[in-house]
Nanobody
Framework: QVMLVESGGGLVQTGGSLKLSCTAS????????MAWFRQAPGKEREFVAG???????IDYADSVKGRFDISRDDANSVSLQMNSLKPEDTAVYYC?????WGQGTQVTVSS
């Protein structure tokens, strides 16, 4: 079973930056592809960014292209650098690997 733990959320002003990190553990974990999703209050969970092991496939939601960057930090972690944050980026951010999900980390962007 794979466990995912996110960190790095917080409160930031419009235009600010935050970096989220996700560390995976578990015997069945293999770094094939990892992704970030987010869920704002009253809305469905949506895809934010995803990538494969070697970076051949990296994808972003249109709403974050040019502002967010997903990177593979090491053998069992992925991060999401978020720049030029907007109030509409406010959400709980979740790390995802196949069918496993983290507990989420809150990102709040004040106007």
């Amino acid at each position: 079973q794979v466990m995912l733990v996110e960190s790095g959320g917080g409160l930031v002003q419009t235009g600010g930056s935050l970096k989220l990190s996700c560390t995976a553990s578990g015997r069945s974990f293999s770094w094939y592809a990892m992704a970030w999703f987010r869920q704002a209050p009253g809305k469905e969970r949506e895809f934010v960014a995803g990538r494969d092991w070697n970076g051949e496939t990296i994808d972003y939601a249109d709403s974050v292209k040019g502002r967010f960057d997903i990177s593979r930090d090491d053998a069992n972690s992925v991060s999401l650098q978020m720049n030029s944050l907007k109030p509409e980026d406010t959400a709980v951010y979740y790390c995802n690997h196949k069918t496993a999900w983290g507990q989420g980390t809150q990102v709040t962007v004040s106007s």
